[in-house]
C-alpha cells in the first residue's frame, strides 16, 4: 500500500462517528482489492496477492488487518464482510480438487466422463477436459427409477453397504450421490444419504436430489460431483477465518456466487458449487448498479485482467441469469445447473502474448503470461511481449507512478521484447508493432462482443461501453470504435469494482425441481406444493442467514416449451399457481416463443418441464451507496505531466491528468491520459471527456458530438 | 518464413484485424441462422454451415465455430458447379443483386437430399464481388423415410424431392409458387419453410456486414484481404506441404459387403503422391458406386478432405480453398466416393467418415506432428419406431454413437466420443428419451479393453443398452465387422463395433446388418462402438498409467499382462520386479 487514498480525512471522520464499516473483498492473481464503505464514502485499497490455492485466504486475512489499520477501525466495527473467490474456479483448472466418491445408477457411472460424448472440433489430437472424479472413484449400485418415478429395480442395499465398508479407512473426503430420475423419487438417494451418514459420521455429502433436482443425468451429476469435490476445499477455507474471529470480527462473512448474489458461510460450505464464478460476477453486478445510477440501461460491461475479457450485456439495468452454465475449460453442451450470470469470456488480458506466426502474421493470445510472471515490463522474468508491454511503449502506461501502488514498470524491457518477437520478424519499428499488438487486440475483443450480442439478438451499437479492470480503461475506447459504440463510461474505481460489487449485491439463491407435465392436463396442487416446497427451503436459508422470511423476495417462473423440444423459454408467473395461472402462462408462452424466434404454433403440446424460484434479499445499505457521494471535490489541478505518447502513427504530445483531481461538469479533449492508483484510462484524439455528478468518466466521439 | 506477397507484409496488422473481420461475419451468418431457424434440431445441433466466397468464386471464409465440421467442404465445392450448371440453362435469368439460387441435387455439388444449399452473389455498386452461402439439413424432404436417411433405398428418386439449381428468391423474397410446391412435398412443411427463411435472413446478414466492412475499410482493401486469407491458408499448407518426404503413400480399406452395398466389397484406395511442392491425393482404385445409399458425392469427399487438411493447418488459419490450391485431387466420378446419377446417397456420410479415417492414416505416416491411430469410421447412426399399445400413438426416435477416438504421440485417445466431422453433435440425456419414448437405457459405459493398445491407449468404445417397452421397428447401418480402426507406430487396433439383440438366436446374441428389424417388447439391444487406435509400442506405456487403467476399469488384468508386459498384485498394485522381468524378455524376442 504505497499511495493514500484521497478520501482518507472523510472516512476517519465518519468512523469516529461510530458508523458501521461495510468492506468487500477480490482477490486477483496479482492484488487483492478492498472496498470499504462508511455510510456513503468509499475507499479502495489494493495489497498485494501473496498466498495462492487454499492459502489464499491469508491474502484476505492480511488485507483486512492491513486495512483496519491504515483506516483506523477495529474489526468489531465491521458489520458487512464479503468476499469474492477464485478458490472454486482455480481447484478445478488446476485439478486440486477434494478426493470424492460418487454413487451413481448401475451403468452410468461414465457420464461425467463422457461429457455428452464432446470431442474438440478441427483436431486429430484432441483431448477432453478430465472428470471431476476419477473412474475408480465412480461406484454404481443396482436401482433403477423410471420416467415415471416409480422404482423399477429396487435399491441393493447389501451392494451399498459393501461399497461404503470398501471405503472405510480410505482417504476420500467427501461422497456424491446422484441416480438417474431421482428429481422425480428421491428415495433411493436418501436411502444411501442415511447409510453413508451411519457409515462415517462427519463424511461430506451432496446429493442431486436437493442440490439439482432437473433432469438431465449429466448435468445432475457434474453439478453434484464438483459440488461434493469443493465442500471439503470450501470449509477449509472458510475455516480460516476464525483467526480474524479471534482478532474481534463478529459480523457473518458472505461469499459471492455466480448467480449474482451472495449466500453465507455456512451454507458456502455445503453449496460451493455455486460460486464458481465468484470473480467475474461481482464486477458485472457493479457495472449494472453504476450503469442505472448514470441512467444507462445498456451497458456492455467489460472486465480485463490479466488473462482474460470477461465481457457481459446488461439490458435494461439487468444483469441475466441463465439456469445453468458451463464450467471453465468444460464444454457448454454439458452445463452444470446452476444459476449463473451470462458472461462470456474472451482470452485477450493484459498478459495475453503477441506471437507472429511461420508466415509472418501477427496474434494476440489466446496464451497469455497471466500474472506470473506476467509482462516483461513487471521485471518479474516475464520474457514474451504482451499486451501491456505494447501500452507500455505507446506512452500510455506510464512508469513515473507503480501500477496498483505496488509494480514499478520498466518500458525498456517491454521495449527488448516487442523489438526481438514482433516488431523484426514484422519488419516493422517497434511503436507500430505496439500498436499492432492494441490493435489486434481490441480488435478480437470487438468480434467477440459482437457474436455475444446477435448471439443474444442486440445490436451493439445501441450500448455503452463499461470496462474496468485493471487493463480494461487503457482498451475501451479503440475496442468501442470496433464495435461501433460511440460512448464509453469508467466508473470511479474501475480496479477495483469487483470488490465494489459485492457491497451491492443482494443475498440471493435459486432452487428448481423439473416435472416435465403436459401443461393441458398439469395437476395445478402438485405444482403448487413444488412451488411452496422451495419456498420452504428458501426460509430455512435465509433464516440461517439471518434475514427475516418478511424481507424476502420470492419470484418463480416456469421453463415452458413444445413437447418434443429440447430446449425451454422461462416464463415468469405469480406466486400462486391456480387454472387460470396455467393457461396464462401457457399463452405468454405462445407469445413469448414468436418473439424469440419468429413463429408461436398454438395448436401443439406445451410441456412445463422445471420449476424456479429465486429468492432475494436486498440489503438497506445499498441505497446509500446509490447517493452521489459526501465527499468534499477537491479543486481540478491542472495536468500532472505531459509525455510523449505513439498514436495514428506518429509521436504526439498528451497531457496526463490524475483521475482524482477531475472535477465534474468540466469537458477535456484527448489526446489525454488519466492516471489513478488502480487504472490507466486513454482517450485518444477525436474523443471528448467529462466526469459525471457521480464521479463517472464519461467519454464520447467528439464527432458525435456535433 | 514463408514469405508471402507484399498484399500482407506490406499491413500485417491490417491484414490479420480485416482476416479475422471477415471470419466474424460467417460466424454471425451462422448465429443468424440457428437463431431464426424454426426445427429444433437445427437451433440445437445446428447441422449447417456458412461461406463467404470471392468473386471467383473460391471459398475464403467459414463458420467454423458456430458451425459443426459435417459440411466443411459441402459448400467449398458447390458454388462453382451450381453457378455454372444456372447459368448455362437459364442465360436470360442472370442473377441479380437480392436473388439467391437454391438447390439439394447430391449430383450438382450436393450430399443428400435433406441439405440444401442457398447461394446469394454479393454485389458493391453493381460489381460482383462475392458470394454469401449457407447450407442446411433440413427435418423432411419427402421420399420413401421420414426424415430422409433410408437404408433400402434403390435410386435417388426414391430419397426425396430434387432441388436443381433454381432461383428461389428475388429480390430478397422467397418465391411463393416455388416455397408452396417444395413444402408441399415435406412431411414437415413447417419446418421447412421456417428454416429457409432463416437461410434467407443469414444471407441478407452477410451481405450486410461485408457492407459494413467495405464501408469502412474501402472496396478494394476488403477484396484484397479476401485475397490474401487465400494466400495465408495456401501458404499455412504449403508450408506443411514442405516438410513431407517425397514418395508414394498408398493405404487401401476394404469395407466387407452388406445390403448397401449390394453383396460387394468396397474399397477406399488413396495414394498420397508427394513430388517436391506437387502433393496429389489420387483415389484412383476405389470401387464403383454401389447399389444402396452409402455412396458418397463429390461434396462428401471435398469435407473430408478438408477436415483432415484444416486439422492439420491449425485453429488459427481459415477453413478455405487455399487449403486445396496446392493440391491435385483425383477422385474419379462413378465411384463411391464420386458418385453419378441415379444412386441413391441419402447415407453418404458414413463413407466420407471412413475416408477421414483413410487420410489420417496415411498423413499420419508423413506428417508425424499431427498423427494419431483410427476412430470409429462410420457415422454409427440407428432409428426405432413403433406404436403405444396404451394411447395408440406413434413414437420415433434417431441417435447416433461416439466410439473411441485415436491415440496420438502425447495422449490417450478420448474415450466414447463424437469425432471428426461428428464432433459438437451432443447426445441426448436418457431421462431425456426415456420421457419421450417407451425404451429404457440400462447403460452408456465404456468397454474395457475396446481400445487399442499402445504407449498412448486408443480410447474405449461405448456400449449402450435398451430395453423397449413396446415392439419397435429398428433400423440400422451396421458397424464392419471387419473394421479395426487401426493403431500406428506400433500400437494396436481399436475393438470392432457390433449391434446385438441379447438373448435371440444363435449364442443367443442375434448380430445386426443393415436394414430393419423387429424387435419384441421386452426384448434387449446392446450396441457396440468400435475403441481407437493405439500409438507406439504398448511395452512402452509407462507403468502407472497401466495400472490406473486396471485399476479404473479400462483394461483387464490379463490385457496389462499379456499386451503391455505389466503385472499387477492382487490387490491391484504395479509388481516392478515381475514385470520388469516380462517386459525384458518381450524385448529379447524383439531383438
Redesign the interface.
Known amino acids: 500500500m504505497s499511495e493514500k487514498p484521497p478520501t482518507n480525512n472523510n472516512l476517519q471522520s465518519s468512523i469516529q462517528e461510530r458508523e458501521d464499516i461495510k468492506i468487500g473483498i477480490d482477490t486477483g492473481g496479482t492484488f487483492v482489492d478492498v472496498v470499504v464503505a462508511v455510510g456513503a464514502d468509499i475507499t479502495v485499497m489494493k495489497f498485494p496477492s501473496v498466498y495462492h490455492g487454499e492459502e489464499g485466504a491469508h491474502n484476505l486475512h492480511q488485507a483486512i488487518v492491513d486495512a483496519s489499520r491504515e483506516l483506523g477501525f477495529t474489526l468489531h466495527d465491521v458489520d458487512i464482510l464479503r468476499f469474492g473467490t477464485t478458490l472454486a474456479v482455480n481447484a478445478i483448472l488446476e485439478r486440486k480438487l477434494a478426493k470424492t466418491l460418487l454413487l451413481t445408477t448401475e451403468g452410468y457411472r461414465d457420464s461425467i466422463e463422457l461429457l455428452r460424448q464432446w470431442a474438440p472440433q478441427y483436431t486429430i489430437t484432441g483431448e477432453r477436459p478430465r472428470p471431476f472424479i476419477p473412474r475408480h472413484l465412480r461406484e454404481e449400485v443396482s436401482e433403477r427409477i423410471g420416467a415415471s418415478g416409480r422404482v423399477i429395480v429396487p435399491l441393493n442395499v447389501e451392494q451399498v453397504q459393501s461399497i461404503l465398508s470398501q471405503y472405510q479407512n480410505s482417504d476420500v473426503e467427501s461422497v456424491a450421490i446422484s441416480l438417474v430420475f431421482s428429481f422425480l423419487n428421491p428415495a433411493h438417494e436418501e436411502q444411501i444419504e442415511a447409510m453413508v451418514r451411519a457409515n462415517w459420521s462427519n463424511m461430506e455429502i451432496s446429493r442431486s436430489s436437493t442440490l439439482a433436482p432437473e433432469m438431465g443425468e449429466t448435468e445432475r451429476t457434474l453439478t453434484t460431483a464438483l459440488n461434493a469435490s469443493l465442500i471439503p476445499i470450501t470449509k477449509r477455507y472458510l475455516r480460516s477465518f476464525d483467526s480474524l474471529k479471534g482478532q474481534g470480527l463478529t459480523c457473518p462473512i458472505f461469499v459471492m456466487q455466480s448467480n449474482g448474489g451472495v449466500i453465507n458461510e455456512e451454507l458456502a460450505g455445503q453449496r460451493p458449487v455455486t460460486t464458481i464464478m465468484s470473480g467475474p460476477t461481482a464486477g458485472i453486478v457493479a457495472a449494472g448498479f453504476v450503469a442505472r445510477n448514470a441512467g444507462l440501461p445498456n451497458v456492455i460491461s467489460m472486465d480485463v485482467g490479466g488473462t482474460s475479457c470477461d465481457a457481459a450485456l446488461i439490458v435494461n439495468g439487468k444483469v441475466p441469469v441463465a439456469p445453468e452454465g458451463a464450467v471453465p475449460g468444460y464444454p457448454s453442451v454439458s452445463p452444470i445447473k446452476v444459476a449463473m450470470s451470462e458472461i462470456s469470456s474472451i482470452a485477450i488480458g493484459g498478459g495475453s502474448i503477441a506471437w507472429v506466426d511461420d508466415v509472418g502474421v501477427l496474434h494476440v493470445g489466446p496464451e497469455s503470461q497471466g500474472s506470473m510472471p506476467g509482462p516483461a515490463c513487471y521485471g518479474r522474468g516475464g520474457n514474451l511481449p504482451t499486451v501491456t508491454d505494447a501500452n507500455v511503449v505507446l506512452g500510455i502506461i506510464g512508469s513515473s507512478r507503480k501500477l496498483g501502488g505496488k509494480i514499478k514498470v520498466q518500458p525498456q524491457l517491454a521495449w527488448d521484447v516487442i523489438s526481438e518477437h514482433v516488431a523484426k520478424p514484422l519488419g516493422l519499428s517497434v511503436e507500430d508493432a505496439a500498436a499492432g499488438i492494441i490493435r489486434v487486440a481490441t480488435n478480437t475483443i470487438a468480434n467477440e462482443m459482437r457474436l455475444m450480442s446477435v448471439s443474444r439478438g442486440i445490436d451493439p451499437r445501441e450500448f455503452t461501453l463499461l470496462p474496468f479492470g485493471g487493463a480494461g480503461p487503457n482498451l475501451a475506447v479503440p475496442a468501442a470504435a470496433e464495435l461501433g459504440v460511440t460512448e464509453v463510461i469508467i466508473p470511479e474505481y474501475p480496479g477495483a469494482l469487483s470488490a465494489y460489487g459485492l457491497l451491492l449485491a443482494d443475498v440471493r439463491h435459486d432452487y428448481a425441481r423439473t416435472r416435465a407435465v403436459d401443461a393441458a392436463n398439469a395437476n395445478v396442487d402438485e405444482l403448487e406444493s413444488l412451488f411452496l416446497a422451495m419456498g420452504e427451503q428458501a426460509r430455512l436459508d435465509s433464516n440461517l442467514e439471518g434475514i427475516p422470511s418478511g424481507e424476502l423476495h420470492l419470484s418463480r417462473t416456469v421453463d415452458v416449451r413444445y413437447k418434443g423440444q429440447l430446449y425451454c423459454l422461462p416464463i415468469p408467473c405469480s406466486n400462486h399457481i391456480t387454472e387460470q395461472e396455467m393457461v396464462r402462462v401457457t399463452e405468454t408462452f405462445h407469445q413469448e416463443h414468436g418473439r424469440v424466434y419468429g413463429y408461436s404454433a398454438p395448436g401443439e403440446a406445451v410441456q412445463f418441464v422445471t420449476l424456479r424460484l429465486t429468492c432475494s434479499f436486498h440489503p438497506s445499505h445499498v441505497q446509500r451507496l446509490a447517493e452521489p457521494s459526501h465527499k468534499s471535490m477537491q479543486d481540478s489541478v491542472g495536468p500532472v505531466e505531459s509525455r510523449r505518447i505513439y498514436i495514428g502513427m506518429k509521436w504526439v504530445n498528451s497531457k496526463v491528468m490524475d483521475r482524482h483531481n477531475m472535477r465534474s461538469g468540466s469537458e477535456i479533449a484527448g489526446p489525454i491520459v488519466i492516471e489513478q492508483m488502480d487504472a490507466t484510462t486513454f482517450i485518444p484524439p477525436g474523443y471528448v471527456a467529462e466526469v459525471d455528478r457521480r464521479k463517472n468518466l464519461r467519454i464520447r466521439s467528439a464527432m458525435m458530438d456535433r | 518464413?514463408?514469405?508471402?506477397s507484399s498484399r500482407?507484409?506490406e499491413d500485417?496488422?491490417l491484414?490479420?484485424?480485416l482476416?479475422?473481420?471477415l471470419q466474424?461475419v460467417a460466424?454471425?451468418m451462422a448465429?443468424?441462422l440457428r437463431?431464426?431457424a424454426?426445427s429444433?434440431n437445427l437451433?440445437?445441433r445446428g447441422d449447417m454451415t456458412s461461406v463467404i466466397f470471392n468473386a471467383e468464386p473460391a471459398s475464403v471464409v467459414q463458420a467454423?465455430r458456430?458451425a459443426?465440421?459435417v459440411h466443411a467442404g459441402t459448400v467449398a465445392s458447390i458454388v462453382p458447379r451450381v453457378l455454372q450448371w444456372y447459368e448455362s440453362r437459364h442465360p436470360k435469368d442472370a442473377l441479380q443483386p437480392g436473388d439467391m439460387l437454391c438447390t439439394n441435387d447430391p449430383f450438382i455439388g450436393g450430399t443428400h437430399r435433406p441439405d440444401t444449399t442457398l447461394i446469394m452473389p454479393y454485389y458493391v455498386s453493381g460489381h460482383l464481388t462475392g458470394y454469401v452461402v449457407n447450407v442446411v439439413h433440413h427435418t423432411d424432404i419427402g421420399g420413401n423415410t421420414r426424415g430422409g436417411l433410408a437404408p433400402d433405398a434403390r435410386d435417388c428418386f426414391e430419397e426425396g424431392l430434387n432441388i436443381p439449381p433454381i432461383k428461389l428468391v428475388r429480390n430478397n423474397e422467397i418465391d411463393p409458387q416455388i416455397l408452396t410446391l417444395i413444402c408441399g412435398n415435406s412431411r414437415t412443411p413447417?419446418d421447412f419453410a421456417?428454416d429457409l427463411?432463416a437461410q434467407v435472413a443469414a444471407n441478407i446478414t452477410g451481405a450486410r456486414r461485408l457492407n459494413h466492412l467495405v464501408e469502412r475499410y474501402g472496396f478494394s482493401t476488403v477484396t484484397d484481404t479476401m485475397e490474401s486469407t487465400l494466400e495465408?491458408t495456401r501458404?499455412?499448407m504449403c508450408?506443411i506441404i514442405s516438410t513431407l518426404p517425397n514418395g508414394d503413400f498408398r493405404k487401401r480399406m476394404t469395407l466387407s459387403p452388406d445390403s448397401c452395398s449390394g453383396g460387394r466389397e468396397v474399397d477406399l484406395c488413396l495414394s498420397i503422391i508427394h513430388r517436391d511442392d506437387k502433393l496429389t491425393l489420387d483415389f484412383t482404385g476405389t470401387s464403383p458406386q454401389i447399389s444402396g445409399p452409402r455412396n458418397a458425392t463429390l461434396a462428401n469427399s471435398i469435407t473430408a478432405i478438408l477436415?483432415?487438411l484444416?486439422?492439420?493447418v491449425g485453429?488459427?488459419v481459415p477453413?478455405n480453398r487455399g487449403l486445396l490450391d496446392p493440391i491435385e485431387v483425383v477422385l474419379p466420378p462413378g465411384t463411391v466416393i464420386n458418385a453419378l446419377p441415379p444412386v441413391p446417397t441419402s447415407l453418404c456420410w458414413d463413407i466420407s467418415a471412413s475416408l477421414v479415417e483413410l487420410l489420417?492414416q496415411v498423413f499420419?505416416e508423413i506428417y508425424p506432428e499431427?498423427?494419431?491411430g483410427a476412430s470409429k469410421g462410420v457415422v454409427a447412426n440407428y432409428g426405432f419406431n413403433g406404436v403405444e399399445s396404451a394411447t395408440g400413438k406413434p413414437f420415433v426416435w434417431y441417435e447416433s454413437?461416439?466410439g473411441g477416438?485415436?491415440a496420438?504421440?502425447?495422449?490417450d485417445g478420448?474415450?466414447?466420443?463424437?469425432?471428426h466431422i461428428q464432433?459438437?453433435?451432443?447426445?441426448?440425456?436418457?431421462?431425456?428419451v426415456?420421457?419421450?419414448v417407451p425404451v429404457?437405457?440400462?447403460?452408456?459405459?465404456?468397454i474395457e479393453d475396446s481400445g487399442g493398445a499402445g504407449e498412448f491407449r486408443g480410447g474405449l468404445g461405448?456400449a449402450r443398452?435398451y430395453e423397449f417397452l413396446e415392439d419397435v421397428a429398428f433400423s440400422v447401418t451396421r458397424f464392419d465387422p471387419l473394421w479395426t480402426p487401426p493403431g500406428i507406430r506400433g500400437g494396436l487396433p481399436g475393438a470392432p463395433g457390433r449391434h446385438v439383440i441379447v438373448g435371440r438366436g444363435p449364442g443367443e446374441q442375434e448380430i445386426l446388418t443393415t436394414g430393419t428389424v423387429l424387435i419384441k417388447a421386452s426384448e434387449r439391444l446392446r450396441i457396440e462402438t468400435p475403441g481407437g487406435g493405439g500409438y507406439g509400442d504398448p511395452v512402452h506405456r509407462a507403468l502407472q498409467a497401466v495400472a490406473?487403467d486396471v485399476?479404473?476399469?479400462?483394461v483387464s488384468v490379463e490385457a496389462a499382462r499379456d499386451v503391455y508386459k505389466v503385472v499387477l498384485t492382487p490387490s491391484g498394485e504395479l509388481d516392478v520386479a515381475e514385470t520388469n522381468k516380462l517386459r525384458s524378455s518381450k524385448e529379447e524376442v524383439n531383438t
Open positions: 518464413m514463408i514469405t508471402l500482407i507484409s500485417p496488422i491484414f490479420e484485424v482476416k479475422s473481420g466474424n460466424e454471425e448465429l443468424t437463431k431464426t424454426y429444433p437451433r440445437t467454423t458456430y459443426p465440421p413447417e421456417g427463411r495465408y501458404a499455412k508450408s477436415y483432415v484444416k486439422a492439420m485453429p488459427e477453413l489420417i499420419s499431427r498423427s494419431a454413437m461416439g477416438t485415436g496420438c504421440s502425447t495422449h478420448i474415450d466414447g466420443a463424437q469425432i464432433a459438437g453433435s451432443p447426445d441426448v440425456p436418457c431421462e431425456e426415456e420421457m419421450a429404457r437405457q440400462m447403460r452408456l459405459q465404456f461405448l443398452e490406473d485399476r479404473s476399469g479400462k
